[in-house]
């Protein structure tokens, strides 16, 4: 989309979806991710059963049990996050990774509730935690039940870090809405994706809002770097390494690998 060059499937999957052209970085599933930092495919899943149902009833062109059946065949997920604890470059890390893939990588209770737990997680064992963000917002299914979940993650986050918790935020294209107004603002350290779109309302509402032309960029990663609401606009190639040098910066390291089988840590 952005130099309109025509890039083999083989290259772009060599080079993590990454434009071998322009450097644009396509949007990418939750599973990618976990193939990009983990270790290897070891790793312990976080309420991994826990299920969106309808409390709402909610009735529209295509009834909410409808979208959420046909989000699950599509993606192959549960919902639109997936939580997990594994090993990234020898450290034991808990990782909550959202998927926009799946009915836009909105958050309903089902989200709030595994990255409450991917918290609780890794407040009880003491590991770092790393989220990765994409997301259109609050899922309006689910009314009132999917706002509460912005402040339930935020009060989970405020208890980590006063037990001295690091919380990494990575934010991919695109982090909108409830997500970046709660979760993905909170980070001790704030990355991002190039080019990435990232705000609460719609650039269009915000114009017609304050009658006024807006900034070249408003709402992509660089310009939200320039007046300092990120730390570091980081390539998704580099980003393993980034992460793990940030665990060592703050002495998050550790040379412990979870064995799954024998339940044991080395």
Not at 78 to 104: E, R, Y
Not at 237 to 263: A, Y
Request: charged share 20%.
């Amino acid at each position: 989309p952005q130099c309109n060059e025509v890039v083999y499937r083989t290259m772009l999957e060599e080079n993590y979806y990454i434009c071998t052209n322009c450097t644009h970085h396509f949007r990418i599933t939750s599973d990618d991710y976990i193939q990009l930092l983990l270790d290897d495919e070891e790793y312990e899943e976080i309420a991994g059963n826990v299920q969106s149902v309808d409390p709402l009833n909610f009735q529209a062109t295509k009834n909410y049990k409808d979208q959420i059946l046909s989000a699950k065949e599509k993606t192959g997920n549960k919902d639109a996050v997936k939580t997990l604890i594994g090993n990234l470059n020898g450290s034991k890390t808990v990782l909550a990774i959202m998927d926009f893939a799946f009915i836009g990588g909105s958050m309903g209770s089902v989200v709030g509730e595994k990255i409450s737990q991917a918290i609780d997680r890794a407040t009880d064992d003491h590991l770092p935690l790393v989220i990765i963000t994409a997301s259109g917002g609050a899922r309006m299914q689910e009314g009132a039940y999917s706002l509460m979940q912005m402040a339930k993650i935020s009060s989970k986050l405020a208890r980590y870090s006063i037990m001295g918790g690091l919380y990494i935020a990575v934010l991919t294209d695109p982090t909108t809405g409830g997500t970046t107004a709660s979760f993905a603002m909170l980070g001790d350290i704030i990355l991002a994706e190039p080019n990435a779109l990232i705000g609460f309302a719609g650039a269009r509402v915000i114009k017609e809002t304050i009658g006024e032309e807006l900034p070249a960029g408003f709402q992509r990663t660089e310009f939200l770097l320039e007046k300092g609401f990120i730390d570091q606009i980081i390539n998704r190639n580099e980003l393993k390494t980034t992460l793990t040098d940030l665990f060592s910066f703050f002495n998050f390291g550790s040379s412990e690998e979870i064995n799954l089988e024998s339940d044991e840590v080395k």
